[in-house]
Antibody, heavy 121, light 107 residues
Framework: QVQLVQSGAEVKKPGASLNVSCRAS????????IHWVRQAPGQGLDWMGI????????SYADNFQVRVTMTRDTSTSTVFMELSGLRSEDTAVYYC??????????????WGQGTMVTVSS | EVELTQSPGTLSLSPGERATLSCWAS???????FAWYQQKPGQAPRLLIY???SRATGIADRFSGSGSGTDFTLTISRLEPEDSAIYYC????????FGPGTKVDIK
């Protein structure tokens, strides 16, 4: 079925890098942009950036511009989000999301299950 | 950056009552690119409304959205116990931003 499946929970030390994957299935991977959104414990949703799986081009939110890199592997229909220089404030659930239904006009109608990342020494 | 403000922070109502959630944008947003999401504990957000007033697939008709410019509203006409959740507004016309959320508690 149509779904986004993310990699499992991670525990990282401050200063390390994080790599979260999001595998798409049930639809044509290269047809739909994928976003990354994070949610700190008890907090709201924070948009991180967007990647075009077709050509790999990406655009990042100002807050993450320096530390985030989004890539894709078309052979496995997977996008990756790498966040470097981790600090305790990066402890959060990270989601990938996309728009599958064209009439949704870019709203995020398909979400991954989320990946819990804990940054702790 | 377009900032979104939601009110109230928390809404506590009884089953069958009507809930009205508000979202204000710091600058005018195209209603074509405005959405509402519902998030329950431990779950990913779920799209309720897109284009300010169109219900997403499978969303009950007790959920409705309205508004334009800088003022948008989500209405839940007859609350049910399963509507207990946090509701976020989002604009995706100029970048992508979410509001801080409104928590709806069902008494």
């Amino acid at each position: 079925q149509v779904q986004l499946v993310q990699s499992g929970a991670e525990v990282k030390k401050p200063g390390a890098s994080l790599n979260v994957s999001c595998r798409a299935s049930g639809y044509t991977f290269t047809n739909y942009y994928i976003h990354w959104v994070r949610q700190a414990p008890g907090q709201g949703l924070d948009w991180m950036g967007i990647i075009n799986p077709s050509d790999g081009s990406a655009s990042y939110a100002d807050n993450f511009q320096v530390r985030v890199t989004m890539t894709r592997d078309t052979s496995t229909s997977t996008v990756f989000m790498e966040l470097s220089g981790l600090r305790s404030e990066d402890t959060a659930v990270y989601y990938c999301a996309t728009t599958i239904v064209p009439t949704a006009m870019g709203a995020f109608d398909l979400w991954g299950q989320g990946t819990m990342v804990t940054v702790s020494s | 950056e377009v900032e979104l403000t939601q009110s109230p922070g928390t809404l506590s109502l009884s089953p069958g009552e009507r809930a009205t959630l508000s979202c204000w944008a710091s600058q005018s947003v195209s209603s074509s690119y405005f959405a509402w999401y519902q998030q329950k504990p431990g779950q990913a957000p779920r799209l309720l409304i897109y284009g300010a007033s169109s219900r997403a697939t499978g969303i009950a008709d007790r959920f409705s959205g309205s508004g334009s410019g800088t003022d948008f509203t989500l209405t839940i006409s007859r609350l049910e116990p399963e509507d207990s959740a946090i509701y976020y507004c989002q604009q995706y016309g100029t970048g992508f931003t979410f509001g801080p959320g409104t928590k709806v508690d069902i008494k």
